[in-house]
């Protein structure tokens, strides 16, 4: 019966160790795949979300002023039509 228990210690030893090495294994792979990940998206020359965001911040303002102007351009494109229907010299 010892036999017995001395067999199953020792496979439940290599069982363990193996364990460890399959987990290490993949912690080693996890770190490959991530750097090749990291070199890929360095090399496909993406920008940061940081500066995405402020492009999108400042095209947004850019848009409002853009809308600003267009409704005072127009606001003194009607006065200009109105002062020249008002004036004598366009009778």
């Known amino acids: 019966m010892q036999t017995d228990n001395r ?4 496979l439940s ?11 290490a294994l993949r ?14 998206l360095q090399s496909q020359n993406l920008v940061a979300r940081e500066e995405f965001e402020a ?8 848009r409002l002023e853009n809308e600003r102007l267009a409704a ?7 006065e200009l039509k109105m002062l020249k229907s008002a004036s004598p010299s366009a009778e």
């Open 13 to 23: 030893r290599a069982a363990t160790g193996a364990l460890s090495a399959f987990g």
């Open 72 to 78: 005072e351009l127009a606001a003194l494109a009607g």
């Open 55 to 62: 492009v999108k911040e400042m095209a947004a303002k850019a």
């Open 27 to 40: 912690q080693e792979i996890d770190a490959q795949a991530r750097l090749v990940l990291e070199r890929w």
């Open 7 to 10: 067999i199953l210690d020792d």
